[in-house]
């Protein structure tokens, strides 16, 4: 179903960056397996599916029949993430459902690419489609198709992105009928349950050989583009036996900007930070989340009430959440621990009008920076964060699609957190605006307080956006600019032929007292240009 959604679909967000997850359910909204695409959907999937089906007359379902779905506030993440459902019918019974959850790059809103920075209200963030069937016993449902399409940018694109997302469920019901004919209806139903409740056998005995407690952590959101005001994100997890559960009611209320966590989020990001403490070979399904109960309070940021603005909830707060769930429980099981990684998506979109076609385009284009260190190994360099498990797209293509020249990508030396494992570094990026206007807006963070160390490990490098006009020789940042609030979070900048944009991402954290590394990895690190002779000097003491 990926492979497919993958290489049928239309934006750079699928095909290049696989901002997508494809699983299949069974009729009671449980998921049965997933491919291991991007963590936040598949920690999502079981609470959207399940949210979904409550409002599905299941005895009303027809055979060819597909729901899309995309609300935040029906159990889903963010709204550019549309979800389709098809059931899938064997002699005319039910056996369960395909499903496909995916990114659109553009679904309308106050700015191009849906990531407003300064959005106050769900309003702002895009079409909001509760759950709706866009095919019914197989045929398109044209005023659906209609209403999408006119409340786009980019109604080409997602034409062909949503027609990607029904061939991939189309193709999940056609595997899964093979399968319940090749092997029976008793079988299929009881070797799916047999699974779900193998990988809750799993999970339930790696949660036993953690130390019974109170693992607790916090971390600060910077803003949230329209106040300076920071955020506070705690959590109390409780081990009991071969139990969790996740306690976020000390965080902060909601923030009046777009950086608040829907319960799915919240959900999706505890069972992400569990899953990389635990054993990977576990399969990924409603079975191992059984054991893990997240308690998040309605109103807070980690459960954002209606009409609260969310979108970078799932981009922004989701990494933080999940690298809290494992900086907490590094206390339990410090050697399965790492560092903060970058915890950013660094979100920078941009839209406008070709003027040779005269057709719009609009671009959601990943960039997250370097993973902590770990016990054991320095962190990856320049890689997706935690929630997303996505590639960024290729110099050749993002020039290809846009009117966009990257005169620079490299990484950033010394920015990787010193420690007796270094963290990964991040990068830097420069664009150069060539031959029309756009229009860019951007929600991200660590600009102001950088990504942790663990067990004496030093922070890693902050991340920064900044601006060159054409001709101009000074880089000034948005706050400074462009007037906004916010020098991270903002939306509707106007950047012409001739301008730069350079975007800084941040490092990861660094693991262990950085007196205890080898001399030998810090000189090869500054053989490679990792760390400078001076930084090393710094950090290192001149070991």
Wanted: aromatic share 8%; hydrophobic share 35%.
């Amino acid at each position: 179903m990926g492979i497919l959604l993958m290489k049928t679909s239309y934006s750079t967000i699928f095909n290049e960056g696989l901002d997508f997850t494809c699983a299949l359910a069974n009729t009671r909204g449980e998921m049965i397996a997933c491919a291991e695409f991007c963590p936040t959907m598949i920690g999502g999937m079981p609470l959207l599916i399940q949210s979904c089906m409550q409002e599905i007359d299941m005895k009303g379902l027809k055979e060819g029949d597909v729901i899309l779905h995309n609300d935040p506030y029906r159990g889903g993440l963010h709204m550019p993430e549309h979800t389709f459902f098809k059931p899938i019918f064997v002699d005319g019974e039910i056996m369960g459902f395909a499903v496909c959850i995916g990114h659109i790059a553009e679904i309308g809103g106050s700015v191009p690419g849906a990531f407003s920075g300064e959005s106050t209200e769900i309003f702002h963030e895009g079409l909001r489609v509760p759950p709706v069937m866009i095919r019914r016993e197989g045929k398109d449902v044209d005023d659906v198709w209609k209403l999408l399409l006119a409340n786009t940018r980019t109604p080409r694109t997602n034409f062909g992105d949503l027609r990607a997302m029904i061939a991939a469920v189309d193709l999940g019901e056609k595997r899964l009928m093979e399968t319940v004919e090749k092997y029976g209806k008793v079988v299929f139903q009881q070797t799916s349950d047999d699974l779900m409740n193998y990988s809750e056998r799993r999970m339930r005995a790696e949660i036993q050989a953690f130390p019974d407690g109170v693992y607790s952590f916090d971390d600060i959101i910077e803003n949230d583009g329209i106040t300076a005001e920071q955020r506070r994100i705690s959590v109390d997890i409780h081990v009991r036996g071969d139990e969790v559960v996740a306690d976020y009611s000390r965080s902060s209320p909601q923030a009046r900007g777009p950086i608040n966590a829907t319960l799915g989020v919240t959900m999706g990001a505890t069972y992400n930070g569990l899953l990389h403490m635990t054993d990977s070979t576990v399969p990924k399904n409603s079975g191992c989340f059984r054991p893990i109960r997240v308690l998040a309070r309605p109103g807070s940021i980690t459960n954002v009430d209606y009409p609260g603005p969310l979108v970078a909830g799932n981009t922004e707060t989701h990494p933080r959440l999940a690298n809290m769930v494992i900086a907490a429980m590094s206390a339990a099981a410090p050697q399965r621990a790492m560092a903060s990684e970058s915890a950013t998506s660094n979100n920078f979109v941009f839209g406008g009008t070709d003027d040779a076609t005269s057709e719009y385009f609009a671009c959601y284009d990943l960039m997250c920076g370097g993973w902590g260190g770990r016990h054991g190994a320095d962190g990856n360099d320049a890689v997706t964060a935690i929630n997303g498990n996505c590639r960024f797209s290729p110099t050749e293509v993002f020039e290809t699609r846009y009117p966009i020249t990257v005169e620079c990508f490299e990484l950033v030396p010394d920015s990787g957190g010193a420690g007796q494992w270094r963290g990964g570094l991040g990068f830097r990026r420069v664009l150069h605006i060539d031959t029309m206007s756009i229009t860019a807006s951007q929600c991200t963070d660590r600009q102001q307080l950088p990504p942790y160390g663990l067990f004496g490990g030093q922070p890693g490098g902050m991340s920064k956006t900044l601006f060159q006009t054409d001709g101009g020789e000074a880089w000034a940042s948005a706050v400074q600019r462009f007037g906004k609030a916010s020098s991270s979070k903002y939306s509707n900048i106007t950047l012409n032929p001739g301008d730069r944009v350079e975007l800084v991402v941040p490092g990861g954290g660094g693991y262990g007292d950085q007196a205890l590394r080898d001399p030998q990895a810090i000189a090869e690190d500054v053989a490679e240009g990792f760390v400078t002779a001076a930084g090393a000097a710094a950090a290192y003491h001149g070991k």
